[in-house]
């Protein structure tokens, strides 16, 4: 059995051998590929998107994204010419360029957007502007979440030629205690085009991977129901770790890392290998159903009071032997 064998076994519960691991950020060791299908950070200075905006950083720290210097949709007026002139070709040459550079060997594929849908949107129109528009006039904010969910489609629509196996969609949704609109907003309004998408990745033969920050609890239910096979909780303990177990363990394959704001910066080697216990209790069952999500924290620029606890992380998932060498 491949190590795509061993991931997709756990994604639909078919009993792996083992548990697969995935290295967002590379490693010959990891069963996932993962590769970004959208040009987000171009141009000498990384500060370029192919959007058509720019990024304003507030600093020289590499951890921060940054906003953009303009937005690009400020009045509705000017909606037809960002329609026409402005939004991204989905067949743009180079976007699957990546491909040409990598050794995938028997691995699991996976293509990611980065950031997409609402926040993609906000991006674009801006963060206020869009929960207003949320409220004011939904029909307008349909239009722009078809450009936007459009666009993403003709990607996807792309990536089973590439030999892809899965869709990786990024959209934070939580805050820490509640969620930026409310439940039934949510699933008036974007439930739809999560369910659309999905359904054409499936279609496809491919999976669904959605990551999503904060308190989602609400609509991870209709996450599951929109056909989300691996869902990525940013933050599981602010969902309540309990409760997450006896509602939707066994009912989807959680992509879960050490918390990467407590634990992964301050934490000790004791509490990386009780976080990881806890996730495998939380989400593992005999069956499959979990992937943990590791990190190397140097290599993202993030700065942690221990230089070992990206080894501490991984060594809790993967064993005291395991070694990360970070010129692979």
């Not at 059995?1 to 061993?6: A, G, L, Q, T, V």
């Not at 590439?162 to 820490?176: E, R």
Request: proline share 4%.
């Amino acid at each position: 059995m491949n190590r795509k064998d061993i991931v997709k076994k756990a994604i639909h519960f078919g009993d792996p051998p083992r548990m697969p691991i995935f290295f967002f950020n590379g490693h010959e060791e990891s069963d996932i590929v993962l590769v970004v299908l959208e040009k987000w950070h171009m141009g000498e200075k990384k500060d370029l998107t192919e959007w058509g905006f720019e990024w304003n950083k507030a600093s020289e720290d590499e951890t921060d994204m940054g906003v953009p210097r303009t937005y690009l949709l400020q009045d509705w007026k000017n909606f037809t010419d960002f329609r026409e002139k402005i939004a991204p070709d989905p067949y743009a040459a180079g976007r699957f360029a990546e491909l040409n550079h990598l050794d995938i060997g028997d691995r699991y594929l996976m293509g990611s957007l980065y950031l997409t849908g609402f926040t993609t949107m906000t991006l674009i129109r801006g963060f206020n502007e869009v929960l207003v528009d949320m409220h004011e006039d939904p029909a307008k904010v349909r239009q722009l979440a078809e450009v936007v969910f459009g666009f993403e489609n003709e990607i996807i629509k792309q990536m089973p030629a590439y030999g892809f196996d899965c869709v990786a969609l990024f959209d934070d949704w939580g805050m820490q205690r509640n969620m930026m609109v409310s439940p039934e907003m949510w699933r008036e309004q974007f439930f739809p085009l999560y369910k659309e998408q999905c359904d054409l990745a499936h279609s496809l033969g491919m999976d669904v991977f959605f990551h999503t920050c904060g308190y989602v609890y609400p609509i991870i239910g209709d996450l599951i129901a929109a056909g989300v096979d691996i869902l990525n909780l940013g933050q599981a303990d602010v969902n309540d770790i309990a409760r997450l177990k006896k509602e939707y363990r066994g009912k989807v394959c959680f992509s879960q890392p050490i918390n990467y704001q407590t634990t992964g910066i301050s934490g000790t080697k004791e509490d990386f290998f009780r976080e990881a216990r806890e996730i495998i209790d939380t989400f593992m069952t005999e069956h499959g159903g979990l992937i943990p999500e590791l990190f190397d924290y140097e290599k993202m620029g993030w700065k942690t009071d221990n230089p070992k606890n990206t080894e501490y992380q991984v060594q809790a998932f993967c064993g005291e032997s395991f070694r990360l060498d970070r010129n692979k």
